[in-house]
């Protein structure tokens, strides 16, 4: 069992910047792929980003690259999501996932979740 709890979320305007911070207390946080995920209101949950196990290699949705950026610090137990240049239609709630192993982009192929943080953009 992982548990995950993510922090960072809060409302800003439109060209700020925000970081995430997703911790997993315990465990061999290495092991796992992270990602992050993100639900707005009324839509489906949708796939922001991943990093795999050793930091070296992430993936971006085509919505946030360019803008965002996933890190993870295995030492301490931590993934990040530094997401600049916001816009409204990144108002969402933001989770971060792990599962053992390859980093998929399907959300169901995660197994732990965290219960998410919101982030409000404004125009």
């Known amino acids: 069992q992982v548990l995950l709890v993510e922090s960072g979320g809060q409302s800003v305007q439109a060209g700020g910047s925000l970081r995430l911070s997703c911790a997993a207390p315990?465990?061999?946080?290495?092991?796992?792929?992270m990602a992050w995920f993100r639900q707005a209101p009324g839509k489906e949950r949708e796939l922001t980003g991943t990093?795999?196990?050793?930091?070296?290699?992430?993936y971006y949705a085509d919505s946030v690259k360019g803008r965002f950026t996933i890190s993870r610090d295995n030492a301490k137990n931590t993934v990040y999501l530094q997401m600049n240049n916001l816009k409204p239609d990144d108002t969402a709630v933001y989770y971060c996932?792990?599962?053992?192993?390859?980093?998929?982009?399907?959300?169901?192929?995660?197994?732990?979740w965290g219960p998410g943080t919101q982030v409000t953009v404004s125009s």
């Open positions: 996932a792990a599962r053992v192993g390859l980093c998929l982009d399907n959300s169901r192929s995660y197994d732990y």
């Open positions: 315990g465990g061999t946080f290495s092991k796992y792929c």
């Open positions: 990093i795999n196990r050793s930091g070296a290699s992430t």
